[in-house]
């Protein structure tokens, strides 16, 4: 009994799903909108039959319920498909720009059980008129059925969209020939054909015109976990994101007038990414770049994160950034080696969403190329000139010989790649005696920061830096910059007297009573690296004064003893000679944010109460020691006095 029980609870699960699946193919869907819309679904928005129209008495009219996306979609059964058969949706839309901020078609290819194989979209244009907007897509083994879908993002509740005269068509995939220019083409016309998924009610006064002619396709096989090298980086392919996993919101592949491009698209606050795995040399140089555009606010960047293993699994090794894309659009690069237990690699185009509000990521031309040691910078004549004068005229000199100076570039590198390491050698900085230095020469340097914080919550809302100057003179802190691998930030017009630190803090990090504080609204960049980062600070002029790598990273490494990731917790404190020369650097387990300061500090009054005890003993600790050693004198000639009195 129970066993007919359970067949006939299957049987009726079965026919309702069968059931819903007849209802959703909808086959005579209300193409040109003349018959009250059937066959097509609506969400978060009120439908209407309305003019004006593109083709025949009226057009398909969306009014938005708030500012969540609005979508009229439906679902055909692709008739005659075949792998390699190419799927061609196309719509007419009257959007205007005052009241939508995206309008999209979308298509997706869909398994017998419903499961999306494949999906495409193209933007459809703006403006006070009907316009044509059309995507094809390859269909991939077991295409059964395709979604048309119109997606439009409302700026205010009431926005409304018109749509009229749409199209789903299928061509068979072409047949090789013996002739190696041939290829097939597609035909998108809106008649009716024996290819064709309906008969159209109504002939357009006009037909869109395809944005290219997809080649033909092979059967699709499984995609590999790691390609031995960066493969469909232009988006081109005719498998659409082939090669690329989306992880959090929708990928999906678009048009551009230059061809294809990735999208990715996000409706929530946290971080998402496309990414493809590729096989890497162990301590390989290598060179990361990729078109990125993201909606306004939020963030867009490429990450390289390496892994010991061959598939790209398991834990991540290191990771490095490359700046944040221009909000209206960039080329970002990244030029680095890649760790010496690294043997693949994940390429990632980052989206880092301002909020919830919908935001899309825009993607192309993405490469990972094979690259080289960076060459040692020119020296700089002017400052090899300095250098000698100085000493021929009996002026002391410390830090490198003439023949050793270098330099950064003196234009400032765009806000889209990093203008790498400028400066090499047995110091990370150039500098020559404080009281006989150039204008060029900036005594500011980087002091201490806190890459890993034991805070709970993200690190990036717990990190600092801190940068101290060693002149004489007070320095500005206007026009310079602090860059890691996630972006650049400008320093705030702060004047920073000699001998005294500014700290630049995240939002919720704790610098207890630093005087010389900015704070900012989010976290450092896109957050210091815990195993590896670098960090550099950078002139108006864009010349680099000081930079700091640690852990994985080695950009600023060059020639400097090894500089281990610090401990969650603990500091990375740099230490300086009075010329500005570099002396170490030592992991400070009391870290002490704008602590650094000697006898040309800020007034008493603003003083720390404290000093940090390092595992080191530093000049930084006498201080306190001999503080310690004052109080216990003071202490032990009141005990003698209280003594010889008791005596007598």
């Not at 018959?35 to 679904?41: I, Y």
């Not at 034991?454 to 940068?467: C, K, N, S």
């Not at 864009?542 to 003893?561: E, K």
Request: proline letters at 9%; hydrophobic letters at 45%.
């Amino acid at each position: 009994m129970l066993r007919l029980s359970g067949t006939l609870l299957v049987g009726l699960l079965m026919a309702v799903a069968l059931s819903t699946l007849a209802a959703a193919q909808s086959p005579s869907a209300d193409w040109g909108f003349e018959a009250g819309g059937a066959g097509w679904r609506v969400s978060n928005a009120a439908f209407a039959l309305a003019t004006p129209a593109h083709s025949g008495a009226s057009a398909g009219r969306l009014t938005a319920f708030n500012t969540e996306p609005m979508h009229i979609v439906t679902l055909q059964p692709l008739e005659g498909a075949r792998a390699g058969s190419v799927a061609t949706a196309s719509v007419w839309v009257l959007a205007n720009p005052a009241e939508v901020a995206r309008v999209t078609l979308q298509l997706e290819a869909f398994t017998e059980g419903l499961t999306v194989l494949a999906r495409r979209e193209a933007v459809a244009p703006l403006g006070g008129a009907f316009a044509p907007v059309e995507v094809s897509l390859v269909l991939p083994a077991g295409a059964a059925f395709g979604e048309l879908s119109v997606v439009a993002v409302p700026l205010h509740e009431g926005a409304r969209i018109l749509v009229d005269s749409a199209d789903l068509t299928i061509a068979a995939a072409s047949v090789a020939t013996p002739t190696p220019t041939s290829m097939a083409t597609v035909t998108p016309t809106p008649i009716a054909s024996p290819t064709s998924t309906r008969t159209p009610t109504s002939t357009p006064t006009s037909t869109p015109t395809s944005t290219r002619t997809p080649t033909a396709s092979p059967t699709p096989v499984a995609t590999p976990v790691v390609f031995p090298s960066l493969t469909n980086g232009d988006f081109e392919d005719p498998r659409g994101l082939y090669g690329w996993s989306g992880q959090g919101g929708v990928a999906a592949s678009v048009v551009r007038s230059s061809g294809y491009a990735a999208s990715l698209s996000s409706a929530s606050p946290s971080t998402k990414w496309l990414q493809q795995g590729i096989g890497v040399a162990s301590g390989g140089w290598y060179r990361a770049s990729a078109w990125l555009h993201a909606t306004e606010g939020s963030d867009a960047w490429l990450r390289i994160a390496w892994y010991a293993s061959d598939d790209a699994s398991g834990g991540q090794v290191a990771v490095v950034d490359s700046p944040l894309a221009d909000p209206h659009g960039e080329v970002v690069a990244v030029e680095v080696r890649a760790p010496l237990d690294a043997r693949s690699a994940r390429i990632r185009l980052m989206l880092r969403p301002a909020s919830s509000a919908p935001a899309t990521l825009e993607a192309d031309d993405a490469r990972f190329e094979a690259g080289s040691p960076p060459l040692p910078a020119t020296p700089s004549a002017t400052a090899a000139a300095t250098v000698a004068a100085l000493a021929a005229a009996g002026l002391p000199v410390a830090g490198p010989s003439p023949e050793s100076l270098t330099r950064a570039p003196a234009a400032a590198p765009s806000r889209g790649a990093d203008a790498g390491p400028g400066l090499v050698g047995a110091s990370a900085v150039t500098a020559l005696h404080r009281n006989v230095q150039p204008a060029s020469l900036r005594l500011l340097r980087i002091t201490e920061l806190l890459p890993d914080p034991v805070e709970p919550g993200p690190d990036a809302d717990f990190e600092w830096i801190e940068v101290a100057n060693l002149g004489t003179d007070a320095e500005s802190l206007a026009g310079f910059t602090l860059q890691d691998n996630g972006g650049t930030l400008e320093l705030p017009p702060i004047e920073v007297p000699a001998g005294a630190a500014f700290v630049l803090r995240a939002a919720r990090a704790d610098t207890g009573r630093a005087v010389l504080v900015h704070t900012l609204d989010r976290g450092i960049s896109n957050g210091l690296g815990n195993a590896g980062d670098r960090v550099a600070l950078r002139s108006p002029e864009g010349d680099l004064v000081d930079a700091v790598s640690w852990g994985s990273d080695r950009t600023y490494a060059l020639g400097l003893p090894e500089l281990p990731a610090p401990t969650a917790g603990r500091s990375i404190l740099r230490r300086f000679n009075d010329d500005g020369s570099f002396v170490d650097a030592i992991e400070s387990a009391q870290p002490s944010p704008g602590e650094w300061m000697d006898s040309r500090a800020l007034p008493v009054d603003h003083a720390p109460a404290h000093l940090a005890a390092l595992d080191q003993p530093t000049d930084r600790g006498w201080p306190l020691l001999l503080a310690i050693a004052g109080a216990a004198l003071a202490l032990a000639g009141a005990d003698r006095v209280r003594r010889v009195l008791q005596a007598r």
